[in-house]
């Protein structure tokens, strides 16, 4: 039996690659002769910068920059200089799990500590540049990303707005007189993990707003600011992000660079098999194995869980996701060709200790399907 390992990582608890081992074992304890293949996963969010730089290599950087909340951070990036190319992963200079939860500021935080990453790489000679979206703290719509770039975001006043997007409602206009040429030189591509607009409904500020500590009145402020942040793209550069697919990746940070920098916006999943080989490890396989923290609704847009089903139906492969928490219904991944999906937890557990016991739970609820798959 060839059985594949293609999950993401379990945010907070597991990476990818931890879950693969925990996969693997249990599936070795049900089938000892199971040829395992594992192939960590990710969808532009965390991890993504592990999993790219695992299979096209590059030289790690290390920089102290601004945090969420500005809050000194270190973070990295990949950098290669043969190809003059860079990763840059949002997450790791700019995601939630900086901030205690204590302490988020859904209004005030921001991408500046991203951008100042970009810049190196540029700096350092990096033309392309892959900028892995998802995971953030905040809803600025890229603005503090692009200030660090030498965009300016101003108010009628002239002066220049404070970050974050508590204060987007007050933007004027976008002075980009300041932007150096290597900046507008560089080619920008962006790994999004979900399809969000930006506004509406379904927008950065109305789904992911809440995650990040904004309670009702201070979605309400957001959206306002992202709102007259897309109406004043519009007028600058001419290009309309409210309503693009994946605009609202990163609170926003999406449709800034799509404005701003013309980037290219790609599913960060499908980016990341592409790197790691997925598609060609799948074939002859009997069944595929994936999984995330949670399953829910937005896991059949743009997620690992969603494209490794897809190709698995595409070869006629049995796909089973394992999840730490499972929230129906999943009517959309059951169409894309999910075969199953369980749940790790063996009863009733606080958080943090789910978290500790992930690894044994992950390798138990795979020993159980793989005993099944044989049966």
Same mark, same amino acid.
């Given at each position: 039996?060839?059985?594949?390992?293609?999950?993401?990582?379990?945010? *907070?608890?597991?990476?990818?690659?931890?879950?693969?081992?925990?996969?693997?074992?249990?599936?070795?304890?049900?089938?000892?002769?199971?040829?395992?293949?594992?192939?960590?996963? &990710? +969808?532009?969010?965390?991890?993504?910068?592990?999993?790219?730089?695992?299979?096209?290599?590059?030289?790690?950087?290390?920089?102290?920059?601004?945090?969420?909340?500005?809050?000194?951070?270190?973070?990295?990036?990949?950098?290669?200089?043969?190809?003059?190319?860079?990763?840059?992963?949002?997450? &790791?200079?700019?995601?939630?799990?900086?901030?205690?939860?204590?302490?988020?500021?859904?209004?005030?935080? +921001?991408?500046?500590?991203?951008?100042?990453?970009?810049?190196?790489?540029?700096?350092?000679?990096?033309?392309?540049?892959?900028?892995?979206?998802?995971?953030?703290?905040?809803?600025?719509?890229?603005?503090?990303?692009?200030?660090?770039?030498?965009?300016?975001? #101003?108010? &009628?006043?002239?002066?220049?707005?404070?970050?974050?997007?508590?204060?987007?409602?007050?933007?004027?206009?976008? +002075?980009?007189?300041?932007?150096?040429?290597?900046?507008?030189?560089?080619?920008?591509?962006?790994?999004?993990?979900?399809?969000?607009?930006?506004?509406?409904?379904?927008?950065?500020?109305?789904?992911?707003?809440?995650?990040?500590?904004? *309670?009702?009145?201070?979605?309400?402020?957001?959206?306002?600011?992202?709102?007259?942040?897309?109406?004043?793209?519009?007028?600058?550069?001419?290009?309309?992000?409210?309503?693009?697919?994946?605009?609202?990746?990163?609170?926003?940070?999406?449709?800034?660079?799509?404005?701003?920098?013309?980037?290219?916006? #790609?599913?960060?999943?499908?980016?990341?098999? +592409?790197?790691?080989?997925?598609?060609?490890?799948?074939?002859?396989?009997?069944?595929?194995?994936?999984?995330? *923290?949670?399953?829910?609704?937005?896991?059949?847009?743009?997620?690992?869980?969603?494209?490794?089903?897809?190709?698995?139906?595409?070869?006629?492969?049995?796909?089973?996701?394992?999840?730490?928490?499972?929230?129906?219904?999943?009517?959309? #991944?059951? *169409?894309?060709?999910?075969?199953?999906?369980?749940?790790?937890?063996?009863?009733?557990?606080?958080?943090?200790?789910?978290?500790?016991?992930?690894?044994?739970?992950?390798?138990?609820?795979?020993?159980?399907?793989?005993?099944?798959?044989?049966?």
């Amino acid at each position: 039996m060839r059985v594949v390992l293609a999950p993401d990582s379990f945010k *907070g608890s597991l990476t990818a690659d931890a879950v693969c081992a925990a996969m693997q074992t249990g599936v070795l304890r049900a089938v000892p002769g199971a040829e395992v293949v594992r192939i960590p996963m &990710a +969808d532009g969010g965390e991890g993504t910068l592990d999993c790219v730089g695992a299979a096209t290599g590059g030289r790690e950087i290390r920089l102290d920059v601004e945090g969420p909340l500005g809050a000194p951070v270190t973070a990295r990036y990949l950098l290669d200089p043969g190809r003059a190319s860079a990763v840059v992963e949002l997450a &790791a200079a700019s995601g939630l799990p900086l901030v205690d939860p204590a302490h988020r500021d859904p209004l005030r935080a +921001d991408t500046t500590g991203t951008g100042r990453l970009v810049a190196d790489a540029i700096r350092r000679g990096a033309r392309s540049v892959l900028v892995c979206v998802g995971g953030s703290a905040s809803t600025d719509g890229g603005t503090g990303l692009l200030r660090a770039l030498g965009f300016r975001f #101003l108010a &009628a006043s002239g002066a220049e707005l404070p970050p974050g997007g508590g204060a987007l409602a007050d933007l004027d206009r976008i +002075d980009t007189g300041g932007v150096p040429e290597q900046i507008r030189r560089t080619r920008f591509r962006i790994a999004c993990d979900v399809t969000n607009p930006l506004i509406g409904p379904r927008g950065a500020a109305a789904v992911f707003g809440p995650q990040k500590g904004a *309670g009702p009145e201070e979605v309400r402020i957001l959206e306002r600011g992202l709102a007259r942040l897309a109406d004043v793209l519009a007028e600058r550069t001419g290009v309309a992000v409210h309503d693009v697919p994946g605009a609202g990746a990163a609170g926003g940070t999406c449709g800034g660079l799509l404005a701003l920098l013309g980037a290219e916006a #790609l599913p960060g999943c499908e980016l990341v098999a +592409d790197a790691v080989g997925l598609p060609a490890a799948l074939d002859g396989a009997d069944l595929v194995l994936t999984g995330e *923290g949670r399953l829910d609704d937005q896991s059949a847009g743009g997620k690992v869980v969603s494209l490794v089903a897809r190709l698995a139906a595409a070869r006629g492969i049995p796909a089973v996701a394992l999840a730490g928490q499972i929230v129906p219904p999943l009517t959309e #991944l059951h *169409g894309l060709g999910l075969t199953a999906a369980f749940s790790i937890a063996d009863g009733p557990r606080a958080l943090a200790e789910m978290s500790e016991s992930a690894p044994r739970l992950l390798a138990a609820a795979a020993e159980q399907t793989l005993r099944l798959r044989v049966a």
